[in-house]
């Protein structure tokens, strides 16, 4: 078999470190570094003055009463309650006393009570077909093929107490806080074969129009609504997630940061890998990573919340879910759990789909438990959890805030706030590092501002410091909000007429049917210009621009077949540029972008950045750098390595991805379900003059990342000349190709699963998941020999592919190394195979 001369494969590790072997051929795989977990230990709160206000008790609402929560009765630390059916929803009530469970095989709703530990009343429920939402006080259901009603339970004597027709026709979903006192919310209404609708806010005593209302256009968008099971509350009813997501201030709810699959905590949002403040900022930093991914899910009740966190011990064979537990909005666990039976199965690591593990994980620390429904869904595993005995034997220092910071003041008012701290090691000082003038923190943990009433910022930051009497410190930093304040401009409103559809609000678009077949190829199309007026536009800027030079690339000097690239940190994200030259690694912690130079074989340089969590993309000599927070876009040189230019971005929208052609001059295109025009989420920036392109796109053009929950992926072909985007995280994900023509692009899209879609370097070839297409999404084949995984080098008519975890487990490998074959386009016999290179695990483009 001939051997391939002058190729370079390099493979980022998780640890930091790119490993390199051999000269021009380059395959980019990386995993974000695996956060060392810190189990913290055994400590008691700090003394602190009772709060004045009722915040704690909307946060921990299981005061003294009919519903007051007990620990729950477990004769060891662990317990087993069989349920007569299997159940396939669950949600909380009674602010974490119960458990509600439907049955649909025996038309019931059981109720799992906490304090006995046992199921304590069965429900009648006419039909399979029911959606069901608690609060503190009340269950209501819903039963959409009965005449659309809804019924109101009471969780104290379990009796029926109301039945109302709902105010919104067709299938409909609801939630509600299960520890507040509503409102309950309804999202419906729907025509048919659509699934979006019309969001309601309804009081569950009445079931009247709630006295919250919703700020005007923060309506789910038509067509594009809830998948089942996506709408989601907060415990204490103040923030909703969705397609959208709402928060309440005072009596409005307002729409906050847009998080992709966010559940809903107190005062923050729980994400993948991540945690998000109301208005999108990153709390704290990244952890997990692909093969390490890390599922936060909110406790039922206080500070408290949890992460599912998966592990690959021994390699991908050896795969576990492990819990950790945390306290307000930290990343990082004050405590870890060994391996639960009942967590077993609910990853499915073949399709790497998880089970929502917010319907499966339940953390109730005023009951000391956790309950874990399992895959099966016939019982539920109770854990007993009492924190103070977990960190005790634990054995180790531990010093951490267990309370939630407020999260508005007002302008006239005196705002307070007292800190609840768990140290072992003794009373804590308390300083306040960064804050508003007037602020102080007290010896004891309460911060007072006296704020003034002409007080004009709208958002404050509050740092501070607590140091325990072992000297070990921790910062507690959190955002103020002034109530009802107008949100920055919306693009939805500030953009021209809708030239998609008439009589629609700009950026909503009429539903189509999620499988409409493409137009017949003879079909003739409308083009449609973005509307705007045209000193918006960099005048005559192309959507491809050709570089006046190119980089020379030349064969990697290595003195063996292998060797390792030392990082100084781990890497969050990489793109390639020089047209191939140049890795360009992000070190978030580093906050710098660190340049591979394939020519040297080592780190040439390294770049500051004024952000953590940046977009880049680069070509063949200019990188481009988007800061989010302060929505600005920098251009740097990859010859002299100066920042060229910095300017604000031309679109108020939120953008998601940047990417742009490595052998091209620009565009830079920025990709966001609010960006662009009609259903083509997508801007393209001149990188000379930082101004948007003009672009036209055929009527009805893209379907991938059009859904705000589901922001597309975008590759771009060396040349820029193929687009290829897909929807992470739906299924099927679609494939969408792109071909620039001129300053038009063509859309072609279709309906069905290939995973990833990226162009090679002429943009005649789109390597997917499921195999190789044209660049009009049309298949040529399934792969190399059948291969799922294909990846195109950066430069030639070379492909790599590489085996999925489903095709090494059906060919029972059980080496850890994967192997690579090197393809030539046309050949269906790979010209080379390297086997068990090291570090490159199952593929994650």
């Given amino acids: 078999m001939p051997l391939v001369t002058g190729v370079l494969i390099l493979v980022l590790l998780g640890g930091g470190a790119l490993v390199l072997g051999g000269g021009y051929l380059i395959y980019k795989h990386w995993k974000t570094a695996n956060t060392n977990e810190q189990n913290l230990a055994a400590g008691k709160e700090s003394p602190a003055p009772a709060p004045e206000t009722d915040r704690l008790q909307e946060q921990d609402p299981s005061v003294a009463g009919p519903l007051a929560i007990k620990t729950t009765p477990l004769d060891g630390d662990q317990a087993t309650v069989p349920l007569a059916a299997p159940a396939d929803e669950v949600c909380a009530g009674g602010a974490g006393r119960f458990l509600i469970l439907h049955l649909p095989t025996l038309h019931q709703l059981a109720i799992f009570d906490v304090n006995e530990a046992r199921i304590v009343k069965s429900l009648p429920t006419p039909d399979d077909d029911v959606q069901f939402a608690a609060d503190r006080d009340d269950l209501v259901v819903a039963l959409p093929s009965n005449g659309s009603v809804l019924q109101r339970w009471s969780l104290t004597t379990f009796e029926k107490e109301a039945v109302a027709a709902c105010p919104l026709p067709g299938r409909i979903q609801l939630a509600m806080g299960s520890g507040s006192n509503g409102p309950l919310v309804l999202v419906g209404g729907a025509q048919p074969g659509q699934t979006g609708g019309t969001l309601k806010l309804l009081d569950p005593k009445t079931f009247q129009e709630s006295q919250f209302q919703v700020r005007e256009n923060s309506q789910p968008l038509p067509g594009y609504g809830i998948p089942v099971g996506r709408l989601h509350v907060s415990a204490d009813g103040k923030v909703i997630t969705g397609p959208w997501n709402l928060a309440r201030q005072e009596n409005t709810y307002v729409p906050i940061a847009t998080v992709p699959n966010a559940l809903p905590a107190a005062d923050f949002l729980c994400g993948v890998d991540q945690l998000w403040s109301l208005d999108g900022k990153v709390l704290g930093e990244t952890v997990g990573g692909y093969g390490h991914r890390v599922w936060f899910v909110p406790g039922v009740q206080g500070p408290y919340f949890v992460s599912v966190n998966e592990t690959r011990e021994g390699g991908w064979q050896n795969l576990s879910l492990r819990l950790g537990v945390h306290v307000a909005a930290n990343p990082h666990p004050v405590l870890t759990f060994p391996q639960f039976d009942a967590l077993k199965g609910l990853m499915d690591y073949i399709s790497g789909q998880p089970q929502p593990f917010e319907r499966h994980v339940f953390l109730i620390p005023n009951a000391k438990l956790l309950a874990v429904l399992p895959l099966t869904r016939d019982k539920l595993v109770l854990y007993r959890f009492d924190l103070d005995q977990l960190l005790d034997k634990s054995g180790n220092d531990s010093l951490f805030v267990t309370s939630l910071p407020p999260s508005i003041f007002k302008p006239g008012e005196t705002f307070t706030y007292d800190l ?70 919306n693009p939805l409103l500030a953009s021209p007429p809708n030239p998609w559809a008439p009589g629609l609000p700009p950026n909503v678009f009429p539903p189509r049917a999620p499988n409409t077949p493409p137009a017949p190829e003879s079909a003739p199309r409308t083009w449609y210009p973005v509307q705007k007026p045209a000193g918006d536009f960099a005048r005559g800027a192309p959507l491809v621009r050709t570089p006046a030079e190119t980089l020379p690339i030349q064969p990697a000097p290595l003195q063996e077949a292998r060797a390792t690239v030392a990082l100084p940190a781990p890497v969050r994200d990489v793109c390639v540029g020089g047209g191939g030259r140049f890795l360009i690694l992000h070190l978030p912690s580093q906050h710098q972008l660190a340049v591979f130079d394939v020519n040297q074989a080592r780190i040439v340089k390294y770049l500051p950045m004024e952000e953590d969590h940046i977009l880049f993309a680069a070509g063949m000599t200019k990188l481009m750098v988007v800061l989010p927070e302060k929505h600005r876009v920098q251009r740097w040189s990859l010859t002299s390595w100066e920042c060229e230019a910095t300017a604000a971005l031309p679109m108020t929208a939120k953008v998601h991805t940047a990417s742009m052609g490595s052998a091209t001059e620009g565009a830079l295109i920025l990709g966001g379900p609010e960006l662009g025009h009609g259903p083509l989420p997508l801007c393209f920036l001149d990188i000379q003059t930082l101004k948007e392109v003009a672009v036209e796109a055929q009527a009805g053009a893209g379907q991938a990342g059009i859904i705000q929950d589901y922001p597309g992926a975008v590759r771009v072909s060396a040349n820029g000349q193929t687009i290829g985007t897909w929807n992470a995280g739906l299924h099927p994900s679609g494939l969408e190709t792109i071909t620039v023509q001129g300053n038009r692009v063509q859309v ?23 195999g190789l297409y044209t660049s009009d999404a049309k298949k040529i084949s399934a792969g190399a020999q059948g291969a799922l995984v294909t ?54 483009p």
């Avoid at 804050?435 to 007072?448: E, L």
């Avoid at 590489?802 to 790979?830: E, K, S």
Wanted: proline share 10%; hydrophobic share 30%; net charge neutral.
């Fill in 748 to 770: 072609t899209y279709v309906h069905e699963e290939a995973g990833h879609v990226i162009p090679g370097p002429d943009g005649r070839t789109v390597f997917t998941g499921s």
């Fill in 791 to 844: 990846l195109p080098a950066l430069e030639g008519n070379y492909y790599l592919s590489l085996p999925t975890p489903l095709t090494r487990f059906l060919g029972n490998r059980q080496d850890t190394g994967t192997p690579v074959a090197i393809y030539l386009l046309g050949n269906t016999q790979p010209q080379v195979t390297l086997d068990n290179l090291e570090g490159l695990d199952t593929p994650n």
């Fill in 420 to 489: 609840a701290v768990r140290s072992k090691k003794g009373p804590v000082q308390y300083r306040l590092e960064s804050g508003p003038a007037g602020m102080a923190v007290s010896s004891t943990g309460r911060v007072v501002w006296g704020v003034p009433a002409g007080f004009a910022e709208t958002k404050v930051t509050v740092i501070l410091t607590l140091q325990d009497t072992g000297g070990q410190k921790i910062t507690h930093t959190f955002q103020l909000t002034r109530p009802n304040t107008p949100p920055a401009q």
